[in-house]
C-alpha cells in the first residue's frame, strides 16, 4: 500500500483515485462516510474500497444490481432466470427488507408487520443470486469496476436501482440543518425502514390535536399514498376515540388519482375527523415552534409526517448520472431500453427513473423483468423489446369494516405528446372485495421477489 511513504489505493496515488471515480467533487462525503474530501485520511479511503469484495468467482457474465427495493429485487431473480449463467450479485446495505406497500395497513392495524418484513438472504438463495450488503460509492464505466463499501466488484453491466431522496426546499427549507431537523422530527415516512416505524411510534402516543400530512408535488413516490394515509389515521383516531383531527393540504384541486374514490371516503367516512385542503402548497415550516405556513395562512399542529418533494436517489447525481433538463434530478437514460445514451452496459430504473410513470412497487415489479429481459436479449447479441410497465395500487380507504379501491393501468408513447396512460382501469367504489384483494395482491409479490 506505500508508493515511496504516499498510500496508494490498488496502484493509484489517492488524488488519481479519487479522480478516476469521479470523487473529486459531489459525493465525496457518501463516500467517506461523511468526511470531506479534503480532510479524509488516506487510511480512511484505503479501506473496503481498496480490497476486492468476499464474492464467489464468476462463471458467466457478472450483472450488479444496485438497490434491493422492489425494483432491484425483481431485476436480481429474472435476470437470472432469463439467464441461468448470469452472475447476479444484488448490492443492498440494509440488513432486511421492509415494505413500503401495505405499510399503511399496519399503520391501521389491519396487517402484522411481519407481513412487511423479508429476508435478502432467503430472496439471493432461492434464486440463485448473491446478496452483498453494502453501498455503491462510485463506479468507472470504462473499466467497468465498481467501488462499495463491501470492497470493489468488477462486473459486465451494472444497474443503479437506489430509489428515491428528498427536496427539503421544496417545504421552503433552504437552510440543511433545519431540513435534517425537520427531517427527524416529522419524517415523511415514504422511505422504508426507521421512517415508518417512527410514524408508528407517533401514532401510538398521539393524544390530541392537528396531525398534519401533505401531498408533495410533481411525480411523488405512490401517488394514492398520502390520502389512503390520512383515510388510515382518520379511521384509526375513530376508532381510539383520540380527540385529533388530521389536516391533509394538497397543492392540487383534487386528489390525483382515485379522485372520486378517496373524496367519497374523506365525506362518507372521515368528515368529523379529516380537513382536506386542496390547492394549498407548504411554503415553509417551524418545526421547533409546530408550524406549517402555506400561501393562505399558517397550520399549527401536534405532530406531522411531511412529504418534501421526491428526487431521484443522490447517488444518481453522485455518480454523474443526472439529466440536467430533470427537476426531480432523475437519471438520463434511453425512455425504453433504460441504459445511459451510449453505454449498453449501464442502466438506471425503479423509482430513479425520468420517464413520468408511477413510482409504485408495481411499476418497479413489472418494469423489473422488462430490464432483465433487455440486459439478456443484449448479452446475447439480440434486439432488445419494450413492454410497458403495469400500474396496479390498491388503496385501503377504510379500517372497520375493510375496504378498499384500486386502479390499474399501462403506458404509451405518442410521438409529439410524450407518455401517457393507456389501459386504464379504475374502481371508486370502495369494497371489502378490493380490501381482500389489496392484502393478497401484496403477498403475491412479495412472493415473486422472495421466492424461488
Ligand atoms: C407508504 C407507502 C405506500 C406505498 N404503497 C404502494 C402500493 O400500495 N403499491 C405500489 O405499487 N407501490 C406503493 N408504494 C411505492 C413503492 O414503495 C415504491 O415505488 C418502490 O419501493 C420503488 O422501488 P425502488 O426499488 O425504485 O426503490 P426502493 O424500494 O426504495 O429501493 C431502493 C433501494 O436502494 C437502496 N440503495 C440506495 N442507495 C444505495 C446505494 N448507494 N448502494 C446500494 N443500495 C442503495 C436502498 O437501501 C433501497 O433498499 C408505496 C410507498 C410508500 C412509501
Known amino acids: 500500500m506505500s508508493d515511496n511513504g504516499k498510500k496508494v489505493v490498488d496502484g493509484l496515488g489517492r488524488r488519481d483515485f479519487l479522480k478516476t471515480a469521479g ?19 488516506a487510511a480512511a479511503v484505503a479501506g473496503p474500497l481498496s480490497r476486492a469484495a468476499d464474492l464467489p468467482k464468476n462463471k458467466g457474465p457478472r450483472v450488479v444490481v444496485v438497490g434491493g427495493g422492489w425494483s432491484g429485487l425483481t431485476i436480481a431473480k429474472y435476470l437470472k432466470k432469463e439467464n441461468p449463467k448470469f452472475d447476479v450479485v ?6 432486511m427488507f421492509m415494505s413500503c406497500p401495505l405499510s399503511n395497513l399496519w399503520l391501521g392495524g389491519v396487517v402484522d408487520v411481519d407481513l412487511l418484513l423479508h429476508s435478502y438472504l432467503d430472496a439471493a438463495r432461492n434464486n440463485g443470486y448473491v446478496w452483498l450488503q453494502g453501498m455503491l460509492v462510485q463506479f468507472d464505466r470504462e473499466k467497468r469496476r465498481a467501488w462499495t463499501t463491501a470492497g470493489h466488484v468488477d462486473y459486465d453491466y451494472i444497474v443503479l436501482a437506489p430509489g428515491i431522496d428528498y427536496n427539503y426546499a421544496s417545504l421552503g427549507v433552504k437552510d440543511p440543518a433545519v431540513a435534517s431537523t425537520l427531517a427527524h422530527m416529522y ?12 410514524l408508528r411510534n407517533k401514532l401510538d402516543d398521539f393524544e390530541e390535536g392537528v396531525f398534519v400530512l401533505n401531498v408533495p408535488a410533481g411525480n411523488y413516490r405512490c ?10 389515521i382518520a379511521s384509526y383516531f375513530k376508532k381510539e376515540g383520540i380527540k385529533g383531527k ?9 386528489p390525483t388519482i382515485k379522485a372520486e374514490g378517496f373524496l367519497s371516503a374523506f365525506n362518507d367516512l372521515y368528515k368529523d375527523v379529516l380537513e382536506y385542503h386542496t390547492s394549498t402548497t407548504i411554503t415553509g415550516v417551524d418545526p421547533h415552534n409546530k408550524v406549517v405556513e402555506t400561501e393562505f395562512g399558517e397550520v399549527k399542529f401536534a405532530d406531522a409526517a411531511l412529504y418534501p418533494r421526491v428526487r431521484a436517489a443522490r447517488l444518481i447525481e453522485d455518480v454523474g448520472l443526472v439529466d440536467p433538463n430533470s427537476p426531480q434530478m432523475e437519471a438520463r437514460i434511453d425512455h425504453f431500453f433504460y441504459n445511459v445514451p451510449g453505454d449498453e452496459h449501464t442502466y438506471v430504473a425503479g423509482d430513479s427513473r425520468p420517464m413520468p410513470f408511477s413510482k409504485s412497487g408495481n411499476t418497479a415489479n413489472t418494469e423489473g423483468k422488462v ?17 410497458s410497465p403495469n400500474t396496479i395500487c390498491y ?10 379501491i384500486m386502479v390499474d393501468a399501462k403506458y404509451k408513447f405518442t410521438k409529439g405528446k410524450g407518455w401517457g396512460f393507456t389501459d386504464v382501469r379504475v374502481i371508486n367504489k370502495r369494497s371489502r372485495q378490493l380490501a381482500k384483494a389489496n392484502i393478497e395482491w401484496g403477498r403475491g409479490l412479495y412472493r415473486d421477489m422472495f421466492g424461488a
Do not use: Q
Not at 444484488?90 to 440488513?95: I, R, T, V
Not at 388530521?246 to 383534487?254: G, R
Not at 388503496?395 to 378498499?404: A, I, L
Open 23 to 41: 470523487l473529486a467533487g459531489v459525493g465525496v462525503a457518501a463516500a467517506m462516510g461523511g468526511m470531506a474530501a479534503g480532510s479524509a485520511p
Open 90 to 95: 444484488l448490492l443492498e446495505p440494509s440488513a
Open 187 to 198: 419524517p415523511a415516512a415514504f422511505k422504508p425502514g426507521s421512517e415508518h416505524l417512527s
Open 223 to 232: 401517488m394514492p399514498g398520502p390520502y389512503e394515509r390520512a383515510c388510515i
Open 246 to 254: 388530521v389536516i391533509l393540504l394538497d397543492p392540487n384541486d383534487k
Open 371 to 387: 430490464v432483465a429481459g433487455i440486459i439478456a436479449a443484449r448479452a446475447a447479441g439480440k434486439e432488445p423489446k419494450w413492454e
Open 395 to 404: 388503496s385501503m380507504v377504510n379500517t372497520d369494516p375493510r375496504e378498499s
